[in-house]
C-alpha cells in the first residue's frame, strides 16, 4: 500500500486564479498591484525560489520587482532597502528573501517591512499578532501546510499534529495556525530526545527542519499525513524534501511530494496575500 499523494498543484492554481483576478479588478480601478523582493544573496535554492515568484507573479497580473543588493550588502543597505520600499505608495507587498550575508540578521531587518506591506509575516510584528490571533499575513509556508490540509479535507480538530522545525518562518507560525485549529500540537527540534518516539504518536506529521531525509518510516505512525516541507537541492539539479519518501510512502497514509506540494501553494499564497494587501489600502 502507497501514501495518497498530496499534490499541492491542483489547490495552487486555484488561488493563482483568485489572486489574477483580484490583480485585474485592481489594475481596472487604476491601483495595479505591485510585490517587492529584496535579495542579497548569491544562493542558487533562494534564485530559483525568487524566479519562480516573479514568474508566477507576472502570470498573475502583478509587477514584481526583484531588487539584488548582492550578497556583500551590508545590514544598513538592506534596512534603507526595505525602509523606501514600506514608503513607496506604489509596492503593496515587500518580502526580504533569505539567506542573508553574514552579520545580516532576517529578525533584525524585517521589523522595517510595513506590516501591511509584510506579505510573507517576516516582520516580528507579525509574528506576534499571529500569536495573539489577530490579523496579520502569516509566513506563506506556514500557512501552505494548513491550506493544503484543508483542500484534502483532513481534520484537524483533536488530531495529534508534530511540527518538526521551530523556525519563524515555518515551524512555530505553522503551530500557531494548527492551534487555531484547535489541533494538539508538539514542537520538535534538534535537541528533542529520541524525535521518532514523539512524531509516530502524531496523526499529522509537519517536516520543517531542513535536512534532507531525516524523517524515515520509524518516525511515523501506520496511515499518519505528511507533510514536507523541505526543498534541498541535489547534485542532479533537483529537490529533496525533509521526507525520506522512500520508505515514508509504504507507510504513511498521505504524503505531500517534494516538488509539488507546498511549494506551489507558498508561490501562490504570496500572490493571493499582495492582492489582499493592494485592495485594503
Known amino acids: ?13 486555484s488561488i493563482r486564479a483568485e ?7 485592481l489594475a481596472a480601478a487604476g491601483r495595479p498591484p505591485k510585490l517587492a523582493v529584496v535579495v542579497a544573496t548569491a544562493d542558487e535554492s533562494s534564485a530559483w525560489y ?12 502583478i509587477t514584481c520587482n526583484v531588487l539584488d543588493l548582492g550578497a556583500d550588502a551590508t545590514p544598513g543597505a538592506i534596512r534603507d532597502a526595505l525602509t523606501s520600499l514600506s514608503a513607496d505608495e506604489t509596492v503593496h507587498g515587500v518580502i526580504l528573501q533569505t539567506p542573508l550575508p553574514q552579520g545580516a540578521k532576517p529578525e533584525d531587518l524585517a521589523g522595517a517591512i510595513a506590516s501591511g506591506k509584510d506579505v510573507d509575516g517576516a516582520n516580528p510584528l507579525s509574528l506576534g499578532r499571529l500569536a495573539a490571533g489577530l490579523p ?20 484537524l480538530s483533536g488530531r495529534r499534529v508534530a511540527v518538526v522545525g521551530r523556525s ?6 505553522a503551530a ?6 484547535d489541533a494538539t500540537v508538539t514542537i520538535c527540534h534538534s535537541r528533542t530526545r529520541d524525535l521518532a518516539a514523539v512524531t509516530s504518536t502524531a496523526d499529522v506529521v509537519v517536516a520543517a527542519v531542513g535536512r534532507a531525509g531525516l524523517i524515515t518510516a520509524e518516525h511515523v505512525s501506520p496511515g499518519a499525513v505528511v507533510v514536507d516541507v523541505g526543498t534541498k537541492p541535489t547534485e542532479d539539479g533537483g529537490l529533496a524534501g525533509d521526507v525520506d519518501a522512500a520508505t515514508v510512502a509504504g507507510k504513511a497514509g498521505a504524503l505531500t511530494p517534494v516538488p509539488g506540494g507546498v511549494g506551489p501553494v507558498t508561490t501562490a499564497l504570496l500572490l493571493r496575500h499582495t492582492v489582499q494587501a493592494a485592495t485594503a489600502r
Open 168 to 173: 519563524t518562518v515555518v515551524g512555530k507560525p
Open 1 to 13: 500500500m502507497s501514501a495518497t499523494v498530496l499534490s499541492g498543484k491542483e489547490l495552487a492554481a
Open 136 to 155: 496579520a499575513f502569516a509566513p506563506a509556508t506556514a500557512e501552505a501546510v494548513v491550506a493544503i490540509l484543508d483542500h484534502y479535507g483532513i481534520e
Open 50 to 61: 525568487v524566479r519562480s515568484i516573479a514568474r508566477a507573479a507576472e502570470k498573475a497580473g
Open 19 to 25: 489572486a489574477a483576478a483580484g490583480a485585474a479588478e
Open 176 to 181: 500557531h495556525l494548527l492551534l487555531d485549529r
